[in-house]
């Protein structure tokens, strides 16, 4: 049974869409998902499960939307996806906390970069449905503006490095 990672979007950010991850776990397991762990309160669950990446995305987000009112936005990984897009990360002299991987529901849009606006030095590279961007001075005192980076969720490289590991290890256990 292949291990997916789920990315929920505007969970736990600045107090909006509250989610203990206690909660998010119950939801996924109500959802007859597989070895639900979760990791850090930013909205990250890893799992088991037979069904497509595509139809686990759209059962999760409305089962949130049941406990939310509204669709979250889920974004889902599977093991070798999220390992692909930590071994080919831009940036190698990025520092892996000041480089964010947005994660997108479908392939970015020709031109994603095309309206950027970068001054404080910002780096950003698309990679199907990713965006890297690097951020020298960090991502809380940045000043980028990309409108492509609105329809996804972001994790540094260390959060996304971590994940990668432990779907691995799930898969690992059988």
């Known amino acids: 049974m292949p291990v997916y990672v789920a990315l929920l979007r505007a969970v736990n950010v600045g107090g909006t869409g509250a989610l203990p991850m206690a909660e998010l776990k119950v939801i996924c397991e109500r959802l007859s998902f597989h070895n639900v762990e979760t990791y850090i309160q930013s909205g990250n669950v ?38 692909k897009i930590v071994d080919e990360a831009p940036f190698p002299d990025a520092k892996p906390n000041f480089l964010l991987v947005t994660f997108l529901p479908e392939a970015a849009p020709k031109g994603a970069l095309d309206n950027m606006v970068a001054p404080d030095g910002e780096e950003a590279k698309v990679a199907g449905r990713e965006i890297y961007v690097h951020y020298p001075i960090g991502s809380g005192k940045s000043k980028l503006k990309l409108p492509a980076l609105k329809a996804g969720t972001s994790r540094n490289l260390n959060t996304v490095r971590k994940l990668a590991e432990m779907a691995a290890a799930m898969e690992d256990r059988g």
């Open 46 to 83: 890893l799992f088991r499960s037979d069904e497509t990446g595509a139809t686990l995305e759209r059962r999760l987000d409305e089962a949130l939307a049941r406990n939310f009112g509204k669709k979250p936005g889920v974004m889902i990984r599977s093991r070798k996806e999220l390992q």
